[in-house]
């Protein structure tokens, strides 16, 4: 393939991608197999990648529909309970 048919292939992985989706390179490789017509090493998958500037191997630590003030809400909330139970010891038995 050349590089323009590379990206016109790569395209609507890249605007899943874009859209909150994740960039299965499993994906890529079965499509790639069939557009070629055989099978290709993964590494071909990561490679065509590679030549289109993709260099995210791994998603976002945040996921895009992360709730942050609910979450702030739970820190406010909910690490004075975890403190104190940790601080005070382990439960002890009432005859002990």
Do not use: C
């Amino acid at each position: 393939m050349t590089r323009d048919e590379e990206a016109a292939f790569l395209a609507p992985f890249f605007e899943k991608a874009k859209v909150g989706g994740i960039l299965v390179v499993g994906e890529i490789k079965q499509a790639l197999d069939v557009r070629l017509g055989r099978t290709v090493a993964l590494a071909s998958a990561y490679n065509l990648l590679h030549r289109h500037d993709w260099r995210k191997l791994a998603p976002d630590k945040q996921h895009p529909k992360a709730d942050l003030a609910a979450q702030a809400d739970w820190k406010k909330n909910s690490l004075p309970v975890l403190w104190r139970s940790t601080v005070s010891g382990p439960a002890q038995h009432p005859s002990g």
